[in-house]
């Protein structure tokens, strides 16, 4: 089951039964299966279709304390140190054989339960959420689970929910609320939740733009570090028509020696799909609303663009990797 994006918290009526609200976390969705008659050992199973187990040795290790036949749906995260980080999920999710173990060490990974959608070879799908979450507490308690095994806080106080959003999603690793319906059952497939990611204002360098000078469709955006270097931090999603010919009207081309020529650029984080960009001048200052996930201090949603920031220059921007302000209000 999947969730659809919103900008602000649904009224209560809004789904069956009066909603829950969990935190999101920012990690990769995953299924996981305990042993069944059917099945010899753990899978986990990513939203792409990938059988992901063996990249994650630690969790195989600790299932032997969960029970048969059980299904549960959740987020895989991982530490870095004593904070999630993304990028070591990254790099856990792409080992294997003897780094696979070593990163297991390093870097270890947790199951953040939220649903559950077997137990004891029952299938729960037509029961009601309270009822799977009932089942979910339940089987935590009764076996006595520990990391790795976590259970995702969930309230049903709506101040507690904007608590959550405003000051948890200032923790690496946690971007927003997840809100279901007490009452709806669980249908693969359709986007019957909904899910906020808590978003920021700041600001990026126009290096480059999608479409053409007089009509650009979005625009990609960087920053420079301490030497210099100009980084892309983000890309836009698509223009608005106004604003579209408000920026074609402060465009420059690019003049030699940019600092992105020969740059190859892909149609979305983690994409190889080639992305036609015009490059450029670096000259313009771009207000932007973003989220909170970002990897390697670049953003990995696409930005909404808000406005020209014609009071700023380019050196005015904050550096390469340092975060964005939050949002008044």
């Known amino acids: 089951m999947l969730a659809q994006a919103r900008d602000r918290l649904p009224p209560p009526g809004a789904l069956p039964g009066g ?5 999101k976390f920012d990690g990769y969705r995953a299924l996981l299966f305990t042993p069944s008659p059917a099945l010899g050992s753990m899978i986990l199973h990513s939203r792409r279709g990938a059988f992901i187990q063996g990249r994650f040795p630690d969790l195989g ?20 140190g004593e904070q999630l980080s993304f990028e070591a999920l990254q790099r856990r999710a792409a080992s294997s054989g003897r780094t696979a173990v070593r990163l297991a060490e390093e870097l270890p990974a947790h199951f953040i339960a939220f649903d559950v959608l077997q137990a004891g070879s029952q299938e729960l799908l037509r029961e009601p959420y309270a009822r799977r979450r009932q089942k979910l507490e339940g089987l935590f308690s009764e076996h006595g689970l520990i990391a790795p ?33 007490r009452d709806q059952r669980y249908l693969p497939g ?4 909904y899910k906020i990611r808590r978003r920021n204002t700041t600001e990026g360098i ?38 579209a010919r408000r920026v074609a009207g402060r465009l420059t081309a690019a003049r030699p020696g940019h600092p992105w020529e020969g740059l190859r650029f892909t149609t979305s984080w983690a994409s190889r799909t080639p992305l036609d960009v015009v490059l450029v001048e670096p000259a313009l200052v771009a207000e932007i609303d973003v989220d909170t996930a970002q990897d390697r201090g670049a953003w990995r949603h696409q930005v909404r663009f808000i ?6 220059a380019p050196q005015d921007v904050a550096a390469f990797g340092e975060g964005a302000m939050p949002a008044a209000g």
């Open 19 to 23: 909603l829950v609200f969990q935190p």
């Open 61 to 80: 290790q600790a299932a032997g304390k969960l029970p048969d036949g059980l299904v549960l749906d959740g987020e895989l995260v991982a530490w870095d």
């Open 206 to 243: 126009v290096g480059a733009i999608t479409g053409t000078l007089p009509r650009p469709q979005s625009l990609l955006m960087g920053r420079y570090d301490q030497d210099g270097a100009l980084h892309l931090v983000a890309r836009s999603t698509q223009l608005p028509p106004e604003s």
């Open 149 to 181: 095994w976590t259970l995702c806080p969930e309230t049903s106080d709506v101040r507690t929910a904007q608590e959550w959003l405003a000051s948890w999603t200032q923790v690496p690793g946690l971007e927003g609320l997840v809100i279901r319906g």
């Open 307 to 312: 406005r020209l920031r014609e009071d700023m």
């Open 190 to 193: 359709v986007r019957g939740w």
